[in-house]
């Protein structure tokens, strides 16, 4: 069984910067493309971003475009989502999900495997 677990959320200032990072275990992390969604209060889960299996090709949402950069280490079974210049509407739940494919997903059905989350509370 695939197991995605989150960390690194917190509360930060606007403006402000925060990692995530997410540990895959349960079968070859390097099998699977990777993606970054969150849902807001009240809101929909929506796309962050996205990564191919090797790293190599990356998508992002225009919300995050210029200020999220996600990465991945295939070493050490993790992928990241590095955040700057932090806004309120960037407070969410963030989860990591995981799709064995090439393909970048988009879309929430596209992903097989999720995990828990972490929040990530951004204050003015």
């Known amino acids: 069984q695939v197991q995605l677990v989150e960390s690194g959320g917190g509360l930060v200032q606007v403006g402000g910067s925060l990692r995530l990072s997410c540990v895959v275990s349960?079968?070859?992390?390097?099998?699977?493309?990777m993606g970054w969604f969150r849902q807001a209060p009240g809101k929909e889960r929506e796309f962050v971003a996205a990564i191919s299996r090797a790293g190599g090709s990356t998508a992002y949402a225009d919300s995050v475009k210029g200020r999220f950069t996600i990465s991945r280490d295939n070493a050490k079974n993790t992928v990241y989502l590095q955040m700057k210049s932090l806004k309120p509407e960037d407070t969410a739940v963030y989860y990591c999900?995981?799709?064995?494919?090439?393909?970048?997903?988009?879309?929430?059905?596209?992903?097989?495997?999720w995990g828990q989350g972490t929040q990530v509370t951004v204050s003015s």
């Open positions: 999900a995981a799709r064995a494919t090439t393909l970048l997903g988009r879309r929430i059905y596209e992903y097989d495997y």
């Open positions: 349960g079968r070859a992390f390097s099998s699977y493309s």
